[in-house]
């Protein structure tokens, strides 16, 4: 089966698992910005950064016949930094007319704080200015209710904010509601440690259904697993879930949600079927 991986972050991860995620059946994948590992100095790292996303990255996604699509922000690590946040913000529209860049994420809480608040709504005007869908981070652990609850307040209070252009991924049990109850897009993210295993995620798929929703493995420089979606297709497919219904959260439900950039220029496989 064909999927999308809509949430990897590729730049730390080798060919080599470009060319397995391709094996298993990945045709695209979307890339978010995200933090380093450490705290980067200033704007010109941002720049740097942004330029691999946008120009090396889709060629190295290339060699493996896989299409990469990208997201651009300052992440909330890293938004306690409030002048070096709003020096990248600034920055960010040289970028947004990149083929590959579908909008402004992963924004979003950390540890809750008001700068990062600060910051998470001045990512929200920027998208709102030009126009982007918005993916959104929430918190990790016991910070998640609470920052998850505090970002779609602070969504739901901008009249502006069109909830089916935005994507709250890291969901799990407790917060999937909170945002397919207002309208928002969600994602489950599949770690062998932390956030959700497949079998979790085919759990919540059951109790809240396909809509709106969708998978990803974050795939990182920590524990993670590039081919986390086709441990997530072979659980439901031990449930005996139908194929229609695993290709619409893995395949059709990510296509429909990036449809809205102008940028989501994607060529389907030539061939109507893919790996088992």
């Not at 391709?22 to 704007?43: H, K, L, N, Q």
Request: aromatic share 10%.
């Amino acid at each position: 089966m064909y999927f999308i991986d809509p949430h990897v972050h590729m730049i730390s991860r080798t060919t080599d698992d470009y060319e397995r995620m391709t094996r298993m059946g990945c045709v695209a994948i979307s890339e978010p910005a995200f933090w380093a590992g450490y705290d980067r100095g200033s704007v010109e790292s941002f720049r740097d950064y942004f330029r691999q996303l946008t120009e090396f990255e889709p060629t190295r996604a290339g060699w493996s016949g896989i299409q990469h699509f990208t997201w651009l922000c300052i992440n909330a690590k890293e938004a306690e930094n409030i002048e070096l946040s709003r020096e990248v913000i600034k920055m960010i529209p040289e970028f947004l007319d990149r083929p590959n860049v579908l909008g402004i994420g992963e924004i979003g809480l950390n540890k809750n704080t008001m700068n990062e608040s600060t910051i998470f709504q001045e990512h929200m005007e920027l998208a709102l200015r030009f126009n982007q869908l918005i993916l959104i981070h929430t918190p990790h652990l016991q910070d998640k209710y609470k920052g998850t609850h505090m970002i779609v307040d602070m969504l739901r209070a901008d009249s502006r904010i069109q909830p089916h252009r935005v994507l709250v991924d890291h969901v799990e049990e407790h917060t999937v509601r909170l945002a397919k109850d207002h309208g928002f897009w969600c994602a489950m993210t599949l770690y062998p440690t932390t956030k959700c295993t497949p079998a979790r995620a085919a759990d919540i798929i059951e109790r809240f259904g396909d809509d709106r929703i969708m998978v990803n493995s974050a795939g990182d420089w920590g524990p993670s697993n590039p081919l986390a979606v086709p441990d997530f297709i072979q659980e439901m497919r031990k449930r005996g879930h139908s194929e229609e219904k695993i290709k619409k959260v893995v395949y059709d439900n990510p296509i429909q949600f990036f449809s809205q950039s102008k940028n989501f220029k994607f060529k389907p496989p030539q061939v109507t079927y893919g790996p088992a």
